[in-house]
């Protein structure tokens, strides 16, 4: 398997790794350790570039199996297996995405705590998301206390935690889980958590930054009717961070 690195430390912009696997007809590679996330809860995978010596393959996409990582890469030929490689993510783009995750838990914990309410669906790409709720009580004048209440929080400067727990324990907190059906496959036998302290704390697969001040404020721009009793709430990242 695949070292993830990501999973453990989400600033880490490259890493130094060697191929284990090569699949010359699909164009990708499987690395022995990786800073690339493969994407999955919503977030979107990381694109980059991997150097072998002087020369540079772009990293178009990035998913896992059962092996571990997987990297497609643009170029005539494929590094073979056993080579070194040295690899970067496109970390602009993959900080805006942490921040915009990081404010999905955010919105996910302001709406949990006044509705509890769990989430039925969500995406997200560079700055801006969105999230499906099971709202059954939803009044349209609701739209800016939560807006409101989530730039608070985020001005809080809440610490954001990651643990690990044996699956068995992490059963035994249902909250966890704050999606209307669990995402997490049988197989999995340790279940990582993010906790943003104090507001939110659920199973996660993605990256997220360390503070809530790094999120900056966002503006919900639409609510939709999904259906009755369903909301999809849409936002996007305003201002800048330091």
Known sequence: MTEQIYSTDA??????AKVVD???????????????????GGQPY???????GDDQLEVT?????GHGVWHWVDGSSLPSVGTGVIGAVDWERR?????????MHAMCGVVWDRFKSPVTGGD?????????????????????????????QLGLALPIEVEFLPRAEADLD???IRTKVSLLPSSLREV???????????????????????????????????????????????????
């Open 192 to 242: 990582r958590v993010i906790d943003i302290v104090g507001l939110d704390r659920q199973a996660d697969g993605g990256t997220h930054v360390s503070s809530t001040t790094e999120v900056g404020s966002i503006e919900i721009t639409k609510v939709e009717s999904k259906g009755k009793g369903f909301r999809r709430i849409r936002f996007q990242l305003t201002g800048e961070v330091e």
């Open 22 to 40: 090569v699949d010359a007809d699909d164009g990708r590679v499987l690395l022995d350790r990786t800073v690339f996330y493969p994407g999955g």
């Open 61 to 65: 996409r990035v998913t896992s199996d």
């Open 95 to 103: 900080y805006v995405l942490m921040r915009t995750h990081t404010a």
């Open 124 to 152: 997200m790409r560079e700055g801006v998301g969105r999230l499906d709720f099971e709202l059954p009580q939803w009044d349209p004048e609701d739209r800016d206390p939560i807006e409101s209440e989530v730039n608070r």
């Open 174 to 176: 249902p909250s966890l």
């Open 46 to 52: 990381d694109t980059g570039v991997l150097r072998i």
């Open 11 to 16: 600033y880490a912009k490259e890493m130094a």
